[in-house]
């Protein structure tokens, strides 16, 4: 009994920080284009995670059967409570490290890591890596190219049209006083104050901390600029929809084995605990999402989430354990390449925390998995 109630625990701790680390993946975009406040883009990112997730169980039945390990391990070893506490464990710690240092990694290749881990040390030259290779590696590695290569061509058709449309992407200007320091003086409490003069108003080109390029001119009738909000607070809804939709199976099989709840309410309380993960525990990765990857405007945002939220949806209904974290960067630096604003070094780094999510998650699961059957719970 004991090991079952570490077995939940661990899940709902892989729960909470695979919310923390994606959550806010699907509207990055929303506030990195400045088109939402932070908090207003939680609050977006949080409500269709969470619906996302509950619809979870009627439409990934195969997303279930492919994290609780069935194929790639022996069927008794996916019976053993030691094994799937490894596996939790594994992804678990390694997601929360990814959180607490601001790297947007994959839970899928945490998962994937951990099952390999756990499954060497307990089934040898058993490992099915036939499975592994043409029912994980292929959709992670392919999925972040393929991301790549659509998001830049939507954006540039995106923008033709916008252009042969009449369309213009206008800059815009700061109007007001200058605040410009005079002095610093330290008070007698040990205080510093600083003395400051304004200047006369000023005008002067905003740029893309102050302000965003606004869309000018009419669609179909329709004004543009509202339009295109509109259908990035969409497309960053569906992008949050579709990661719940898709990582929610690949948590709750590893519940399967515990038999404490019914399935709808396993999903019910790792959808709650998600959401509360990504509220609490978000905004250093949603910096780095939202902030060092590329800069995006409101029309380049939604062309990105537009490709994340079709791809990962299309994945869901497959099968496939596509990577939302891997999809999401790959839209976004697609948009940079084009609008030449993409960080490489940025990029660098993220690639090297995605090589070192599964070798980290499988050293970890393989070690909890050998300390569990050598002592007695």
């Not at 790792?270 to 959401?275: E, G, R, S, T, W």
Request: with cysteine; net charge positive.
């Amino acid at each position: 009994m004991i090991i079952l109630v570490l077995l939940f625990l661990s899940v709902l701790l892989l729960t909470y920080f695979n919310g923390a680390n994606d959550n806010f993946k699907g509207v990055a975009t929303l506030w990195g284009s400045g088109t939402l406040e932070f908090r207003q883009a939680l609050i977006l990112a949080t409500i269709f995670t969470l619906a996302g997730s509950v619809c979870s169980y009627f439409f990934a039945e195969t997303l279930i059967k492919n994290f609780s390990g069935k194929g790639l391990v022996p069927d008794s070893l996916i019976q053993s409570k030691e094994f799937v506490l490894s596996v939790a464990l594994g992804a678990g710690i390694t997601v929360l490290l990814a959180t607490k240092f601001g790297f947007p990694i994959s839970t899928t290749h945490g998962l994937v890591g951990a099952l390999i881990g756990a499954g060497l040390v307990g089934a040898g030259s058993a490992v099915n890596f036939g499975v592994l290779g043409k029912t994980f590696f292929t959709p992670l590695i392919l999925s972040p190219i393929i991301a790549v290569v659509l998001s830049s061509i939507i954006y540039f058709i995106f923008k033709k049209v916008r252009q042969v449309a009449g369309v213009t992407a206008e800059d815009c200007i700061c109007v007001g006083k200058k605040w410009i320091p005079v002095a610093i003086a330290q008070t007698h409490t040990g205080k510093f104050v600083s003395i400051q003069e304004s200047s006369p108003i000023q005008v002067t080109a905003g740029n893309a901390e102050n302000c965003q390029k606004q869309y000018q001119g009419k669609f179909l009738g329709i004004t543009v600029q509202p339009l295109v909000n509109f259908l990035h607070y969409i497309s960053a809804g569906l992008v949050s929809f579709a990661r719940g939709l898709n990582d929610t199976p690949k948590l709750v099989s590893l519940l399967l084995i515990c038999n404490f709840f019914n399935l709808p309410t396993n999903i019910w309380i790792l959808a709650f605990v998600m959401a509360i993960g990504g509220w609490l525990n978000s905004k250093k990765v949603a910096n780095t999402m939202s902030k060092k990857i590329s800069s995006l405007n409101h029309g380049q945002g939604f062309s990105a989430n537009l490709v994340t939220s079709c791809l990962v949806i299309a994945a869901s209904k497959f099968g496939l354990p596509v990577s939302t974290t891997h999809v999401s960067v790959g839209s976004i630096y697609g948009i940079g390449i084009v609008n030449k604003t993409a960080n490489k070094k940025e990029i660098s780094k993220i690639g090297l925390s995605w090589l070192m999510t599964l070798p980290i998650a499988s050293v970890i699961s393989a070690n909890v998995y050998f300390i569990l059957i050598h002592i007695n719970l």
